[in-house]
């Protein structure tokens, strides 16, 4: 987030082909500038097993830091995570235990009209480690209209692996006090070793200032 500016996201998953779902509300916050990041993320989900339980999940506290600029032609901003085992598990809503995270984005602008991202992480928890691979391309439709697909990858040292394509779109809504409001909306299909599983993704964010400009009142 630019210094001064906090963003509100929220993000929605559902399986279409059973009952689990998934919501998590982030709010990210600049430190001092855009170069230091300091997010949460609370979970609230159902499944476990069986999936009639909902609750909340394992709680993260995020640090990003912007290696690359964000408005550079190839951008780079590493995050790592704290995991809180604040979800229950014996409901099947949480680890039990502390877990670490770790992110590498990584963003390239290809012309004046689209624009790719990828990234790399792994998760480890007591016991399971689970390691992920992302890319996405997206059409800038409009300065405020964007197509995309995304495509993402999980594996886990269990065995478990999870593969998913996910095309979709974004729009932003600008005002004039600067308040900025993007939604967002996918189709999750599965591929490979999730070949017949289908899901619905719903995104929104609320962008604002918390703090007036340098030379603004």
Partial sequence: QERGVVQHIGTWVRALDRSPWIFAFTQEWPLWSQTHQ???????????????????????????????????????????????????????????????????????????????????????????????????VIWLASPVFNILCEAVWLEQNTGKRAMILNPGVRWAHNFASGLQIVPGIAYGVGLGPSRGEHSAFFYLSFEHRFRAESGRN
């Avoid at 809180?84 to 009209?113: D, M």
């Fill in 38 to 136: 300091l997010s949460y993320t609370i979970p609230f989900q159902r499944g476990g097993n069986p999936s009639r339980y909902s609750g909340f999940g394992d709680v993260a506290i995020n640090y990003r830091y912007q290696l690359l600029a964000a408005d550079a032609p190839v951008a780079f901003a590493p995050r790592v995570s704290l995991l809180l085992p604040t979800g229950s598990e014996a409901r099947g809503l949480g680890s039990g235990a502390l877990g670490a995270q770790l992110n590498l984005p990584l963003s390239a602008k290809l012309g004046s009209s689209f624009v790719s991202h990828w990234n790399a992480g792994v998760t480890a928890i007591p016991d399971v480690t689970t390691y992920s691979a992302g890319g996405s």
